[in-house]
Antibody
Framework: EVQLVESGGGLVQPGGSLRLSCAAS????????MSWVRQAPGKGLEWVAN????????YYVDSVKGRFTISRDNAKNSLYLQMNSLRAEDTAVYYC???????????WGQGTLVTVSS | DIVMTQTPLSSPVTLGQPASISCSSS???????????LSWLQQRPGQPPRLLIY???NRFSGVPDRFSGSGAGTDFTLKISRVEAEDVGVYYC??????????FGQGTKLEI
């Protein structure tokens, strides 16, 4: 069974930093692209970033370029999102998700809430 | 970037009756490999999204056959043949043709 478990969310002040983690199990993590998708309170879904299986390619939505960094550790079956220079508009539930060839995003974690507020 | 537009944004439905949601894209979703990477997701209240349909009309593992997808090019439809109480939630279309960049529709709230 595919499982994705996020952690690391919390309350942070504007301009601060936070690192999210996602522990993956139930599939061969090193074979899959992985994504972060966020959802602001009461709003829709926004894809944030994804990373190639070997970590050699990374892509970001324009609004987080230069502030967020996606990374992975295939030995630990883990995905990360380093978030710097956080803004109020980054407040959202952040989901870890698996990208599947020919499908798109097929599995989602439960999400972790990030609140940026003074 | 491809913009995805859903209609309606809210849809009152009756249990046992059919329901339909539309999604249109700002440009064709036909990939150079000939496939069309249009998915539908369901998000029940308080839950993460769940994949229902991929490549326009393929039901994902465990998805009931009352859900079906159709369409081509830039216009797509999700249909529920007979709405059940557990179908309440928000439905999103998502394009993966522009992989590795994804975009979602605004979401359609299905309410009894």
């Amino acid at each position: 069974e595919v499982q994705l478990v996020e952690s690391g969310g919390g309350l942070v002040q504007p301009g601060g930093s936070l690192r999210l983690s996602c522990a993956a199990s139930g599939f061969t993590f090193s074979n899959y692209w992985m994504s972060w998708v966020r959802q602001a309170p009461g709003k829709g879904l926004e894809w944030v970033a994804n990373i190639k299986p070997d970590g050699s390619e990374k892509y970001y939505v324009d609004s987080v370029k230069g502030r967020f960094t996606i990374s992975r550790d295939n030995a630990k079956n883990s995905l990360y999102l380093q978030m710097n220079s956080l803004r109020a508009e980054d407040t959202a539930v952040y989901y870890c998700a698996r990208d599947s060839p020919g499908v798109g995003i097929d599995y989602w974690g439960q999400g972790t809430l990030v609140t940026v507020s003074s | 970037d491809i913009v995805m537009t859903q209609t309606p944004l809210s849809s009152p439905v009756t249990l046992g009756q059919p329901a339909s949601i539309s999604c249109s894209s700002s440009q064709s979703l036909v990939h150079s490999d000939g496939n069309t990477y249009l998915s539908w997701l369901q998000q029940r209240p308080g839950q993460p999204p769940r994949l229902l349909i991929y490549k326009i009309s393929n039901r994902f593992s465990g998805v009931p056959d009352r859900f079906s997808g159709s369409g081509a090019g830039t216009d797509f439809t999700l249909k529920i043949s007979r709405v059940e109480a557990e179908d309440v939630g928000v439905y999103y279309c998502m394009q993966a043709t522009q992989f590795p960049l994804y975009t979602f529709g605004q979401g359609t709230k299905l309410e009894i």
